[in-house]
């Protein structure tokens, strides 16, 4: 063993992270062998057991079990045709608008995101329907696909969210809790991204134009009865799921397996079930969780050494000692957090990061719920800015070469968006109520 003082350890295992991602090395090997050799450097033949130890008891958490859940039910509802159906019923009722068309993509990833919750089905989706109607019809390559990014990555805030599923146990908070805090943040950015697209197509009639007449003639009857059928079994959903959850019935575990079965009950009421889909739709689900869970086991055995050699300590000493009080250091904690997004993937973060600052939001007097989810609104950011950014590249693989979408088009569009999260974060500075009203009325 070798005598290191806290602080040359925390340079050495944060600066390790960040190198070792720049390379080109996966985060779950990079994390896990920095633990690894900086824990038996100085804990000697006890690292095993820490490591064991604390591996061993995030896969018994019994919340993290929903995560398989809700993946698997995004998975199936991506194969259901039900974007396809809300488009066309947002098409006819919006179009005529200027600037219709992106909204109608923002308004469905916003429906998507509280049944699917994951990111790359639902930009994915987007890109594939929304995508080239935008395009065809004279939308700005940029607007297009900024709204097709900003739309499809509301899923990993709005519930039922895969990351508050593992916020939750990092930060020792309830996901219920974590759910409610994150909807009403969620609207708050959908409604921003409508107002921002509006206001431009208003300035800047030529990027966003309306759809011509001819293409939306259909009687009020018709567009009311597709918009009702394609917006009630959505809407089924998100009350099993959400509604078990806010009137206490189930935990969020249960809750997720009532979503995974209505997922097929609703796959099969659009007579889009195969037995092949669900059979890919398991193995999309054990590949994305072995994905999850390795990185979250290395990472968590990466904080246990880090926290046991008094690293957090450290962090937060530095943190609070910043000038500004409070506030100051809130605003470093954010700075933080959005520069990790451009190099690393929100997993990483949530599971690196969480346990370390989560003690230092109470210490400085924030909500614990409030706390969180500011992180996880800031952390909306990492899914588009570069170079990391996954929704730039989900777009750019979906979209469809005829329409010739470059990364630079979809790089201008994506940046008005990110500048909405930040006003979206000011204001829920502003009004924590914005926040904490939710979780103070659920049932426990």
């Not at 033949?45 to 604390?54: A, E, M, Q, V």
């Not at 995101?113 to 329907?129: H, Q, Y």
């Not at 097709?148 to 509301?154: D, I, M, N, Q």
């Not at 600052?357 to 996880?376: H, Q, R």
């Amino acid at each position: 063993m070798i005598e290191l003082s806290p602080d040359i350890i925390a340079i050495i295992m944060l600066g390790g992270v960040l190198v070792g991602v720049l390379t080109g090395y996966p985060l779950a090997i990079v994390v896990g062998a920095l633990g690894l050799i900086v824990g038996y450097t100085i804990f000697g033949d006890t690292i095993g057991k820490l490591i064991y130890s604390r591996m061993y008891s995030l896969m018994l958490s019994y919340v993290i079990l929903a995560t398989p859940l809700f993946i698997f039910m995004g998975s199936m509802l991506e194969r259901s045709g039900i974007a396809e159906k809300l488009y066309d019923s947002l098409y006819l009722w919006l179009g005529g608008l200027r600037g219709g068309l992106a909204i109608s993509t923002v308004l469905i990833g916003t429906i998507l995101a509280a049944c699917v919750g994951i990111i790359g089905a639902s930009v994915t989706m987007l890109a594939i329907v929304a995508l080239p109607a935008m395009v065809k019809r004279g939308y700005s390559k940029s607007i297009a696909s900024g709204s097709v990014c900003a739309g499809g990555t509301l899923g990993i805030l709005i519930p039922p969210s895969i990351m508050l599923i593992f916020y939750g146990p990092m930060a020792e908070i309830s996901v219920g809790k974590l759910f409610f805090g994150a909807f009403i943040p969620g609207f708050l950015l959908s409604s921003l991204y409508c107002i921002y697209i509006a206001l431009r197509s208003l300035l800047q009639p030529e990027v966003a134009p309306a759809v011509p007449v001819e293409e939306r003639k259909v009687t009020s009857i018709k567009k009311t009865t597709m918009l009702v059928t394609s917006l009630f079994p959505p809407a089924l959903l998100i009350l099993a799921v959400l509604g078990t959850i806010f009137f206490g019935v189930a935990p969020p575990t249960e809750a997720a397996s009532i979503g995974a079965l209505c997922s097929i009950l609703l796959t099969i009421a659009y007579g889009k079930f195969s037995w092949q889909g669900l059979r890919e739709t398991s193995i999309l689900t054990l590949k994305m969780c072995s994905f999850i869970i390795l990185i979250a086991t290395m990472a968590f055995a990466f904080v246990g050494v880090f926290v046991g050699a008094g690293c957090g300590d450290v962090v937060k000493n530095l943190i609070i000692s910043a000038p500004g009080g409070r506030w100051g250091s809130f605003a470093v904690i954010m700075f933080i957090c959005f520069i990790l997004g451009m190099f690393i993937d929100w997993i990483g973060i949530v599971f690196i990061m969480v346990p370390i600052i989560t003690p230092i939001g109470p210490a400085l007097g924030f909500d614990p719920i409030w706390f969180a989810i500011m992180i996880c609104v800031n952390l909306q950011m990492s899914f588009m800015t570069p170079p990391f950014a996954p929704a730039l590249f989900f777009v750019r693989g979906a979209a469809d070469p005829e329409l010739k979408v470059t990364m630079a088009d979809i790089i201008r569009g994506v940046l008005p968006f990110v500048v909405l999260i930040m006003i979206a974060i000011g204001l829920c500075a502003a009004f924590p109520k914005l926040i904490l009203w939710l979780p103070s009325l659920m049932i426990n």
